[in-house]
């Protein structure tokens, strides 16, 4: 048999899966490691789709998906940034963030092109990019800065090549947040080099600490963005796969050749749970935002008193403690603490190198399971002094 293509074959799986593979063989662990909400969907969202159901709402939809989801979309932002996005062509309902992702890097994209990611990022960027025929140039970002990227840093990685700017705040796996003066620094950067740029703000309504900042509602932002939103996280939809693209009707239109080719439509069942969760979910979400809000109190209390640096997250529903103090490295560090304490985490490299001494732990996971899993590192650590 002729060989699995380059690009493929030499891309590392995900460090996630990995060590998740693992997991579902042990009893008893409690995972910190997961990035999706503990929560079921919403009844109310979850019903508006069985009636569908039965009416009989099981057919294809626009590419572009169904009128009904992109106005509820396009009035949700007006109203609430003041953002314009036409229904008709400035707006494309998509399978998840990830296929929104990936069908814009695939429009954008020649081969050789450069993306600027800042990193530790999302696992998925990076692989986008490459197997879009792009090249990802990571900038680091470290703890010390609350895990924001240096605009200086992002100056410095400008080629000829570069095509766009891939920001996500708040981020995973920092959980860090940016404020408007960082983010209009990049966009006039983007501006000055007349790049894209690709905005997934998947947790925007995940954001504790003051206000959440649109990218494209920034100065000279909206035209060159592609920003990305989606279902997943606010309103626990992750198993309904419905994100969304908005941009200028020429990307949106390139980005729709790719998906209609390729996808053909997001899923019906969940674009009409999409109009329901838009509709009449706002409730529902504000619970289990306020929720993760309470649970990131007590996750950062219980790794700073079991020894581990961590700064408070400004949103998403991650923490990304430092574990360079006991000496392992990230992967030593979760690899025993899985073994020995049953507590899964996720090691900080897996989203990048400068991840490296630090690990991810998800609080999309009840308070009390935070609590055990807290007192297990602290032996855990205790247990490494000795
Ligand atoms: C930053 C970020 N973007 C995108 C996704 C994927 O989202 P979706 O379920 O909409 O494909 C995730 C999922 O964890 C994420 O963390």
Request: glycine residues 8%; aromatic residues 10%.
């Amino acid at each position: 048999m002729k060989p699995i293509s380059d690009v493929v074959q030499t891309t590392p799986p995900s460090g996630i899966r990995k060590f998740f593979d693992i997991v579902s063989q042990m009893q008893d662990v409690i995972s910190l490691g997961v990035g999706e909400p503990d929560f079921d969907t919403p009844w109310r969202i979850s019903e508006s789709c069985i009636f569908s159901l039965e009416r009989g709402r099981t057919h294809y939809t626009s590419n572009f998906g169904t009128p009904e989801l992109r106005k509820a979309i396009s009035d949700y932002w007006q109203e609430r940034e003041g953002l314009e996005y036409n229904w008709e062509n400035q707006i494309l309902i998509t399978v998840g963030v990830s296929e929104a992702m990936d069908i814009a890097m695939r429009a954008i994209l020649n081969p050789g092109d450069e993306i600027i990611c800042p990193e530790p990022c999302y696992v998925s960027y990076k692989p986008c990019i490459t197997f879009a025929g792009g090249v990802a140039v990571a900038i680091p970002s470290y703890m010390e800065d609350e895990f924001r990227v240096t605009p200086d840093l992002i100056r410095a990685a400008i080629t000829k090549k570069t095509k766009a700017i891939l920001i996500s705040y708040p981020c995973n796996p920092t959980g860090a947040t940016a404020n408007r003066e960082m983010l209009q620094e990049i966009v006039d950067i983007a501006k000055e080099h007349d790049l894209w740029i690709i905005s997934d703000e998947i947790y925007d309504r995940m954001t504790y600490d003051g206000k959440h900042i649109c990218i494209p509602t920034l100065t000279g932002a909206y035209d060159r963005t592609i920003f990305m939103n989606g279902f997943s996280k606010a309103y626990a939809m992750t198993g309904w796969r419905i994100g969304y693209a908005c941009g200028s009707a020429e990307v949106i239109e390139a980005m729709m050749k790719i998906h209609q080719y390729t996808i053909l439509c997001a899923p019906i069942m969940g674009q009409v749970a999409a109009v329901e969760a838009m509709k009449n979910g706002y409730a529902d979400s504000e619970a289990m935002i306020e929720e993760y809000g309470r649970r990131r109190r007590v996750i950062v209390k219980g790794l700073n008193h079991a020894g581990l640096k961590c700064v408070m997250p400004g949103g998403a529903f991650y923490a990304f403690p430092s574990v360079k103090d006991t000496g392992l490295t990230c992967d030593e560090f979760s690899e025993r603490l899985l073994y020995e304490e049953k507590v899964a985490v996720v090691p900080g490299n897996a989203f990048g190198e400068c991840g490296e001494g630090h690990i991810r732990c998800s609080y999309a996971t009840s308070i009390e399971k935070i609590e055990i899993a807290m007192e297990r590192i602290a032996r855990f650590i205790s247990k490494l002094k000795v």
